[in-house]
């Protein structure tokens, strides 16, 4: 696969084969590319811990039990929120995913189950927790979206899936407990992998992408 047919061909995949894991073997090769990920002063400030199996089934139980509590979850910094054009977008994005899905506008009992579906890791066998220090800041968590970047390259060059999952942001202490992450450790974010089930509707979502002038000038 071309590098362009790489970046074009990934995307948020939101429902896996449940039963269909990947070695762990092959796991590890996966991160020692990923090692590879440019970062200022070669820090490599990216921690990751990977879950399967019994400890994968441990955190998605403690969040789906949070969220089925009616706790919408306790943020450690604020979520953002989107404005003007970046609003516009938001908007298209869920009207194509909750419109895949079958859940209408006014259907709260069908948003609260498809925010469920986070939780759940969408059935992936595998999820990924990234975190780094607290004490850095937007510099670092740049170098850490290199990383990211690069492992969900990674595992499409192999034929598998991923989803990030911004989401595992909202309960950063049920995370830390079940994971045993330090409290210096910022949660940033989750990633959900595996094998993509095509029959699942939402993966039939297709997200546009706005032309080239929209993000990029050109001087001379």
Request: charged content about 30%; hydrophobic content about 40%; overall charge negative.
């Amino acid at each position: 696969m071309s590098f362009e047919k790489l970046v074009e061909t990934r995307r948020s995949v939101r429902g896996f084969f449940r039963d269909k894991t990947i070695p762990e073997d092959e796991i590890r090769e996966i991160l020692s590319i990923c090692q590879q990920a440019p970062s200022n002063c070669n820090v490599q400030p990216w921690r990751v811990w990977v879950l399967s199996n019994d400890a994968r089934d441990r955190l998605s139980d403690a969040l789906c039990a949070r969220l089925d509590a009616g706790d919408w979850g306790n943020p450690e910094d604020p979520i953002d929120t989107f404005y003007d054009d970046y609003r516009r977008l938001q908007i298209e994005c869920a009207v194509e995913m909750y419109g895949k899905m079958g859940v209408e506008r006014d259907d709260m009992a069908g948003r609260v189950r498809a925010q469920r579906r986070n939780f759940e890791f969408f059935d992936a066998p595998h999820v990924a927790i990234i975190a780094m220090e607290k004490h850095y800041g937007i510099g670092v968590s740049l170098d850490i979206g290199t990383w990211l970047q690069t492992f969900m390259l990674a595992l499409v060059e192999r034929g598998m899936a991923s989803c990030p999952q911004a989401a595992l942001r909202l309960y950063p202490d049920v995370v830390r407990e079940e994971v045993g992450i330090g409290e210096n450790m910022k949660i940033l974010c989750g990633i959900s992998f595996g094998y993509e089930d095509p029959s699942v509707p939402a993966n039939a979502v297709r997200q546009k992408r706005e032309p080239l002038t929209k993000n990029v000038t050109f001087l001379s």
